[in-house]
Protein backbone atom coordinates (compact mmCIF):
# COMPACT_ATOMS: atom_id res chain seq x y z
CA UNK A 1 0.00 0.00 0.00
CA UNK A 2 1.24 3.30 -0.88
CA UNK A 3 2.54 5.66 1.93
CA UNK A 4 4.05 9.16 2.50
CA UNK A 5 4.78 10.07 6.27
CA UNK A 6 5.49 13.75 6.61
CA UNK A 7 7.32 15.31 9.54
CA UNK A 8 9.28 18.47 11.23
CA UNK A 9 6.80 20.68 11.43
CA UNK A 10 6.01 23.20 14.26
CA UNK A 11 5.86 26.43 15.83
CA UNK A 12 8.42 29.12 14.27
CA UNK A 13 9.00 32.81 14.82
CA UNK A 14 8.62 35.06 11.49
CA UNK A 15 12.04 34.52 9.86
CA UNK A 16 13.09 31.43 11.13
CA UNK A 17 13.32 28.03 9.78
CA UNK A 18 12.05 24.97 9.51
CA UNK A 19 13.28 21.78 7.22
CA UNK A 20 10.12 19.30 6.43
CA UNK A 21 10.82 15.16 5.34
CA UNK A 22 8.63 12.66 4.05
CA UNK A 23 9.42 9.34 3.96
CA UNK A 24 7.79 6.86 0.97
CA UNK A 25 7.71 3.55 0.24
CA UNK A 26 10.18 2.64 -1.80
CA UNK A 27 7.63 1.57 -4.99
CA UNK A 28 6.70 5.51 -4.80
CA UNK A 29 9.73 6.66 -4.32
CA UNK A 30 11.50 5.48 -7.62
CA UNK A 31 9.00 5.97 -9.78
CA UNK A 32 6.93 9.19 -9.04
CA UNK A 33 8.15 12.67 -9.04
CA UNK A 34 7.81 14.30 -5.50
CA UNK A 35 6.00 17.46 -4.28
CA UNK A 36 4.86 19.57 -1.16
CA UNK A 37 1.25 21.12 -1.08
CA UNK A 38 -0.61 23.12 1.67
CA UNK A 39 -3.79 23.76 3.07
CA UNK A 40 -4.00 27.30 5.51
CA UNK A 41 -7.59 27.54 7.10
CA UNK A 42 -10.26 29.27 4.76
CA UNK A 43 -8.15 28.87 2.26
CA UNK A 44 -7.92 26.29 -1.00
CA UNK A 45 -5.08 23.64 -1.50
CA UNK A 46 -2.04 25.26 -2.73
CA UNK A 47 0.90 23.52 -4.74
CA UNK A 48 4.08 24.72 -3.14
CA UNK A 49 7.08 22.87 -4.91
CA UNK A 50 7.57 19.74 -6.77
CA UNK A 51 10.99 18.08 -8.07
CA UNK A 52 11.55 15.33 -10.61
CA UNK A 53 12.41 11.88 -9.97
CA UNK A 54 15.81 12.01 -10.65
CA UNK A 55 16.18 15.22 -8.90
CA UNK A 56 17.27 17.04 -11.66
CA UNK A 57 14.60 19.43 -11.75
CA UNK A 58 12.08 21.16 -9.70
CA UNK A 59 9.33 23.65 -9.98
CA UNK A 60 8.48 26.34 -7.17
CA UNK A 61 5.17 28.59 -6.60
CA UNK A 62 5.76 32.16 -6.54
CA UNK A 63 5.10 33.13 -3.44
CA UNK A 64 7.82 30.55 -1.65
CA UNK A 65 10.53 30.85 -4.50
CA UNK A 66 14.52 32.01 -3.12
CA UNK A 67 12.97 30.68 0.27
CA UNK A 68 12.03 27.23 0.25
CA UNK A 69 14.54 24.50 -1.25
CA UNK A 70 12.68 21.06 -2.42
CA UNK A 71 15.82 18.14 -2.34
CA UNK A 72 14.98 14.13 -2.10
CA UNK A 73 17.48 11.34 -0.79
CA UNK A 74 16.60 8.16 -3.30
CA UNK A 75 18.84 6.29 -1.11
CA UNK A 76 16.65 6.85 1.72
CA UNK A 77 13.32 7.39 0.35
CA UNK A 78 13.29 10.76 1.75
CA UNK A 79 12.10 14.24 0.01
CA UNK A 80 12.81 16.94 1.69
CA UNK A 81 11.75 20.73 2.14
CA UNK A 82 14.20 23.25 3.80
CA UNK A 83 12.30 26.45 4.56
CA UNK A 84 13.81 29.47 5.39
CA UNK A 85 12.95 33.25 6.20
CA UNK A 86 9.02 32.02 7.33
CA UNK A 87 6.69 34.25 7.60
CA UNK A 88 2.93 34.08 8.82
CA UNK A 89 1.15 34.12 5.38
CA UNK A 90 3.39 30.22 5.42
CA UNK A 91 1.16 29.20 8.14
CA UNK A 92 -0.50 25.73 7.10
CA UNK A 93 -0.78 22.28 7.04
CA UNK A 94 1.91 21.05 4.73
CA UNK A 95 1.36 17.62 3.03
CA UNK A 96 3.68 15.46 1.07
CA UNK A 97 2.53 14.40 -1.92
CA UNK A 98 3.95 11.64 -5.34
CA UNK A 99 2.87 12.09 -9.05
CA UNK A 100 3.78 9.99 -12.33
CA UNK A 101 5.98 13.05 -13.73
CA UNK A 102 5.95 16.74 -12.78
CA UNK A 103 3.34 18.59 -14.07
CA UNK A 104 1.26 15.68 -13.06
CA UNK A 105 2.47 16.06 -9.43
CA UNK A 106 1.29 19.77 -9.83
CA UNK A 107 -1.96 19.56 -11.20
CA UNK A 108 -3.32 16.36 -9.55
CA UNK A 109 -1.00 14.57 -7.70
CA UNK A 110 -1.43 9.95 -7.25
CA UNK A 111 -1.03 9.51 -3.36
CA UNK A 112 -1.13 12.06 -0.65
CA UNK A 113 0.32 12.41 2.88
CA UNK A 114 -1.46 13.08 5.87
CA UNK A 115 0.37 16.55 6.56
CA UNK A 116 2.12 18.51 9.13
CA UNK A 117 0.92 21.64 10.50
CA UNK A 118 3.42 24.38 10.52
CA UNK A 119 2.86 27.52 12.19
CA UNK A 120 4.89 30.88 12.00
CA UNK A 121 4.33 33.68 14.34
CA UNK A 122 4.60 37.14 14.20
Known amino acids: QAQLVESGGGLVHAGGSLRLSCAAS????????MGWFRHAPGKEREFVAG????????NYADSVKGRFTISRDNGKNTVYLQMNSLKPEDTAVYHC???????????????WGQGTQVTVSS
Open 97 to 111: AAGAYLTRLITGPEY
Open 26 to 33: GRIFSNYA
Open 51 to 58: ITRSGGST
